[in-house]
């Protein structure tokens, strides 16, 4: 199947090649057609599945088709997400596809400055990407004009919902003309979405992907047992073991999100801290610093673990393990993503092992154990890379997306015993003994690395 197959025009074609992308991903073979058709859409679908694509593509083209009804403060399409970070995500997505079109389009989002985005809606625009909160006070105070709306695309619906923005979302969405095309995305489709959905779309297309389990499917997934003060030295002695592209730990809190991330410094290896308590512009910052690989390791709170789309995670590190068997699906997902093969290793205390329990039952598989030894004599030569990274790979394709099912996860059959488990902890104090001695060679290593790390500081 081919883009132009879905009927899209030559200057979105252009664009998609321009991306590497060489063929459609299912949700937007699916999709592209009836969103042309003018058709309202339901589709149950994660972030990672190229579904900004599948709605930006159509609707930029048949924005580029009708003449611009809008005139002063009017806008035809009306994208609402979640987080500032996906929106921001979405907007890039809509400028990246529509580079080759003459439609403009602007992201609203709180915790910054509204001059720019009250500039850009005066100014006129055909796309507003805009996360409920800030929509509505720009609304409250008369800046937003709604009536030239025909396109409304809610994204990751459920996360609206969750995150209590139904009564804001009621609120914008009951000042939209009835007369427009609506689409509808959520990753998960219980009761509530689904009651929402059947309140908003007419007579729409459903689309279903595979459960979130066959995205996990191209993630290597493994649990370590370590005591929570054995945490730290244990994911150093990790992420020495091999070459990662870019690195992102997740931690519970704030705090602990901080604490990681200076521990990594003092052994050498440089990473930044993302959290609720940085600025906007400080998180887009760390965000576009990870995406350039300055530095290669994250460390963050959940604030991340959904809708983030950063290409090349190779290793996700559930530091702490979620509270919430859910997040867990989403961390991992921010690996393996666009068709590529990820890692999540995830460290479990004994007083955390009702959560893995719990992860298990959600994911429907039990987690192995992981086989890496925290010893730094048998380290293999870790591998930095410089702060200017090569360019990310171009070309991806979703020709083994979803295809590994199963293959990933193995069966658990002969998972070792509560005893053998507990073992791999008690290990650990045998082999700090061992890197107090740490031979000239292993220290050579450590402190090139320390070097490389202190060239230069970011954040
Ligand atoms: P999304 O689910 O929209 O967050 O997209 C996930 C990732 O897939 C993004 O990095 C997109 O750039 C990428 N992507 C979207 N469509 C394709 C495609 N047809 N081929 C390859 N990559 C794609």
Known sequence: ??????????????????????????????????ILEGRDLMGCA???????????????????????????????????????????????????????????????YGGVSQDRQVRDLRRGVDIVVATPGRLMDLTNQGQVNFKG????????????????????????????????????????????????????????????????????????????????????????????????????????????????????????????????????????????????????????????????????????VNYDLPMDPETYVHRIGRTGRAGEKGEAISFCSPEDRGLLREIEREIKAKVPLGTHRENPGSQAEPQPRPEHSEPLKETRSFETFGQEQGGTVPDFNSRPKQTERSNVGSSFPQQRTQKGKKNKSVKKKWSFQKGFAKKKTHY
């Open 149 to 316: 709306v025909n396109t409304l695309i809610l994204d990751e619906a459920d996360r609206m919902l969750d995150m209590g923005f139904l009564p804001d979302m009621k609120r914008i969405i009951s000042l939209l003309p009835k007369e427009r095309q609506t689409l509808f995305f959520s990753a998960t489709m219980s009761p509530t979405v689904a009651g929402l959905a059947k309140e908003l779309l007419q007579n729409p297309v459903e689309i279903r992907l595979a459960p979130e389990k066959s995205t996990t499917a191209l993630i290597s997934q493994s649990v370590y047992m370590v005591d929570k003060e054995r945490r730290g030295d244990f994911l150093q002695s990790y992420i020495w073991s091999k070459h990662f592209e870019r690195v992102l730990i997740f931690t519970r809190t704030k705090r602990g999100a901080d604490r990681v991330s200076k521990q990594l410094g003092k052994s050498g290896i440089n990473s930044t801290a993302m959290h609720g308590d940085k600025s906007q512009s400080q998180r887009q910052r760390i965000l576009e610093g990870f995406k350039a690989g300055r530095p290669r390791i994250l460390v963050a709170t959940d604030l991340a673990a959904r809708g983030i789309d950063i290409p090349g995670i190779s290793l996700v």
């Open 46 to 108: 994660q972030t990672g599945t190229g579904k900004t694509a599948a709605f930006a593509l159509p609707v930029l083209q048949l924005m580029s088709q009708e003449p611009g009804q809008g005139g002063n403060q009017q806008f035809r399409t009306l994208v609402l997400s979640p987080t500032r970070e996906l929106a921001s995500q979405i907007y890039e997505s809509f400028k990246t596809y529509g580079k080759n079109t003459r439609l403009r389009a602007t992201v609203i």
């Open 1 to 34: 199947m081919s883009f132009a197959s879905l009927g899209l025009s030559k200057s979105l074609l252009d664009s998609i090649s321009a991306e590497g992308y060489t063929e459609p991903t299912p949700i937007q073979t699916k999709a592209i057609p009836p």
